[in-house]
């Protein structure tokens, strides 16, 4: 599992300094590929958090699921994945039982695109199969994925398309 440390992204932010509990922020800035001060503001005001204390899941399920989200200048679709596209379906003596994927599952299973994942009390970024987490959480491949967010980017700040 190849990580990217999403605390890059904090250089130079005149909120990151004494920031905790930003993992919401971090994701989105990651995921949308806006500054951290515009996420922060966005998390501030749509998400309700407050500074260094972190987000209400119920608030990132109300916001996420609304389908067309605006930070800053830039705009995305964010489609929740359901079923069997955060589920492994596994047969055990002719029973069939869905279970959570994994972390490491589902980057396996998602090697193409951008998507922001909720585990346990935490958010991350799955990016063309790379995680953008906080650095040390990599050795933790095992945590269940909650729910997960598809993140189309609209207009032009979709990346081209190459043939060759």
């Known amino acids: 599992m190849i990580l990217q440390s999403s605390s ?5 932010s005149k909120f990151a300094k004494g920031e905790g509990n930003d993992c919401v922020v971090l994701a989105i800035a990651n995921a949308m590929g806006v500054d951290y001060d515009t996420a922060h503001t966005y998390a501030r005001r749509q998400l309700n958090r407050r500074d260094g204390r972190g987000v209400r899941t ?13 930070v800053g ?7 929740q994945m359901l079923g069997l596209k ?5 047969v055990v003596k002719g029973e069939t039982i869905d279970r959570q994927k994994t972390l490491k599952s589902f980057i396996q299973s998602h090697s193409k695109g951008t998507y922001i994942v909720l585990v346990a009390n935490h958010a991350l970024v799955v990016k063309d199969g790379i995680l953008i987490d906080h650095p040390g959480l990599e050795f933790k491949p095992t945590r269940k994925v909650k729910a997960a967010y598809d993140v189309s980017l609209k207009g032009s700040y979709q990346k081209q398309l190459t043939l060759f």
């Open 8 to 12: 890059k992204i904090k250089k130079g």
């Open 58 to 70: 119920v608030n990132i399920h109300s916001e996420f699921g609304k389908g067309n989200i605006k």
């Open 73 to 79: 200048d830039k705009e995305a679709t964010f489609t």
């Open 86 to 90: 955060i589920k492994n379906r596994y």
